[in-house]
């Protein structure tokens, strides 16, 4: 009888264990292709990746991409209210043209934004569009960036240029993080990579 309960509680043990495994190894993210640096700097202030993750429409990549924050943060909440820089990073893994990309983020921006917001910040949203579809296409390997700086706004990144001058305030680049951690995200997976889930 001892013997046997022994046996029952090691069953339980190894039962519980395997699930435990099974568990962690559900919520981990699968790792990028691209190997982004552990942090960045932005105008002298160090950012440490928060998280990175592998967009993809339908079963094909189209880019990786990492956020990069002064604190860690996992929910959306917590990344919104966050003070200072953010930078996001991506690497396209195919070939984009870049009036899909400019009107993707158009239709994220209007998915996870009021209609009183987007009208606000129509001025920031047709720069971000006449960035992108400015180009005939990214080209696979080709990186660009969005990086928002407390008092000046968000400058956009082609290939590591930045295109024109920034744009918008703290409220703008929140619209912009939403694209990607907002209630209808581009990406569910992506979305919780991205905040380190």
Known sequence: MFFSGIARASRVSVVLAALSLAAAGSVAAAPTSTKFEPSQTVQGTPLALNGAGTRYRAIFKV???????QGKVGTPEALLALPGPKRLNFVALRDVPGTDLGLAFIKGLAANSTPELTQKHTASSTRL??????????????????????????????????????????????????????????????KDALLGL
């Open 63 to 69: 880019y990786d991409m990492a956020l990069y924050t």
């Open 129 to 190: 569009i006449e960035i992108f579809s400015g180009r005939p296409k990214l080209a696979t390997g080709d990186s660009f960036a969005m990086e928002y700086l407390p008092g000046k706004g968000t400058t956009f990144y082609i290939v590591g240029q930045p295109q024109g001058a920034p744009v918008g305030d703290a409220e703008f680049f929140g619209m912009v993080l939403k694209i990607w951690v907002g209630a209808n995200p581009a990406d569910f997976k992506l």
